[in-house]
């Protein structure tokens, strides 16, 4: 039997996706659809032929009061209004009430048309509750704080960052951070961000050098994480920085003072222990024929030159003294000899020919730097080392190993205060310290120092 056009007509509200219900001039309902009866919770229940009021007795006058009006022929919508349900909940809903006709122009009754938002409305809520949040945090952050653009360009930052630069606001507006990045240290923060951005990962932290407003170099730890929209677009970076610029300093004294006391522990050990033992044994010698022969002398004469042994070896350990005498080549080829043999690693060393005469506190510098790689190489267990040493108008030196690769935000506190110490001591000569290891090629360290 061929459907009437009112059969067509609910089967079509029946089978709609949005919440519709048709009511008579008594607003009784007359037919809803599906999703009428899910959003309102009615899908248990008959309500064909009841009143509207009846299902809804938590419906006030200025509700009915539209309903009237549309019923006399006025259409109404609203975007956006709580619903108080009897139960005390909330239903945060849009609607629009429109008059449907019969056949001979009259009114009929009512459409209505509504839209469950509570979900969306608890979302707009938190996600207001989360900016006033990060706004209140922003403002009083005593870290400096930025939103910054895709290009760089900063789109807002906090007075703790002005501070902390020299500039104000609106000047800081009209650069990027490429601006005021030191040139050695942007190479890195771009390949970072634009890790970020290809998704490689989700933030990043970095020590880098910013210039402030009067040119003067501003030590700084950037953490940076990216913003995206829902199609995981990116939208903007949200930058925190502080200023580590006076603890920079204190590690540079620490370090420098460090290296002093090395050095003074180290020439009294050779040039007064170990001269002292070694006048010992001379004058031993000298008087060991005025002497019987017997095995007490022997041993003391061979006690007294394993001790000159060991306190040369310590304090070569410590400062080797023949810095004054050796090249650097030499030295570098003699704690390469040293760790193969004690710790059973292979070092491949490519070492340009024309290096030409390095100061003494750089020499120094340089030894210990390779030292502390070597130290943390062994820490990660590495069997094999490359070392690469070239010079024009810098000191280039490239080392790499097969160690494991150690996470620096890992808790091996060994190593990482041996690279933190690498990084005081190129930072201390003027030079760049840059750190490329990864978990498919860990251990690898490019340094450039002027000499």
């Not at 002005?162 to 890195?188: A, R």
């Not at 610029?245 to 620490?254: G, M, N, Q, T, V």
């Not at 935000?409 to 690498?422: M, R």
Request: aromatic content about 8%.
């Amino acid at each position: 039997m061929p459907l009437t056009a009112i059969d067509l007509y609910k089967v079509f509200i029946e089978q709609a996706p949005n919440a519709i219900a048709m009511f008579n001039l008594d607003m009784k309902y007359i037919m809803t659809s599906r999703q009428w009866l899910i959003d309102y919770h009615l899908t248990d229940k008959e309500i064909i032929g009841k009143s509207h009021y009846e299902i809804f007795p938590e419906i006030g006058d200025d509700w009915k009061k539209i309903h009237q009006d549309c019923l006399q022929g006025s259409n109404n919508k609203c975007d956006e209004v709580s619903f108080h349900r009897e139960d005390k909940t909330i239903q945060w809903i849009s609607w629009e009430v429109r008059p449907w006709l019969l056949d001979s122009g009259a009114i009929g009754g009512i459409m209505m048309f509504t839209e469950d938002i509570s979900h969306r409305k608890i979302l707009q809520t938190e996600l207001r509750i989360q900016e006033e949040q990060f706004r209140g945090a922003f403002n009083i952050s005593a870290i400096g704080m930025a939103i910054v653009g895709l290009n760089g360009q900063w789109i807002k930052v906090n007075d703790a960052l002005c501070k902390m630069l020299g500039y104000n606001k609106e000047h800081l507006y009209t650069l990027t951070f490429q601006d005021i990045t030191h040139p050695d240290d942007l190479q890195v923060d771009l390949q970072l961000v634009n890790d970020l951005l290809n998704g490689v990962m989700d933030s990043f932290q970095l020590e880098k050098r910013y210039f402030n407003s009067k040119g003067e170099i501003i030590w700084g730890l950037l953490s940076v994480s990216i913003v995206r929209n829902e199609d995981r677009k990116p939208l903007h970076f949200v930058s925190q920085i502080l200023d580590i610029s006076e603890s920079k300093k204190i590690a540079h004294i620490r370090l420098a003072e460090m290296d002093k006391n090395i050095a003074r522990i180290a020439f009294e050990l050779h040039e007064n222990i170990a001269q002292a033992a070694a006048s010992i044994k001379m004058l031993f010698a000298a008087t060991s024929e005025l002497l019987p022969e017997n095995n007490n002398s022997k041993k003391i004469n061979l006690e007294l030159s394993a001790l000159i042994k060991n306190v040369k070896v310590l304090s070569d350990q410590l400062a080797p003294t023949t810095f004054m005498q050796e090249s650097l080549s030499s030295l570098i080829s003699g704690l390469i000899a040293n760790y193969n043999l004690a710790h059973n690693i292979s070092t491949r060393l490519k070492m340009d020919e024309n290096i030409g005469d390095i100061p003494f506190s750089s020499s120094y510098a340089i030894y210990r730097i390779l030292e502390d790689l070597f130290k943390s190489a062994v820490l990660r267990r590495a069997t094999e080392l490359n070392v690469a040493i070239s010079q024009s108008k810098m000191l280039s030196l490239e080392f790499s190993d097969n160690g494991r690769f150690q996470d620096p935000s890992g808790d091996n506190w060994q190593v990482n205060l041996l690279i933190n110490n690498v990084l005081t001591r190129v930072e201390m000569l003027g030079g760049v310290f840059k750190n490329s290891d990864t978990v498919q090629m860990p251990g690898l360290y490019h340094i450039s120092i002027p000499v």
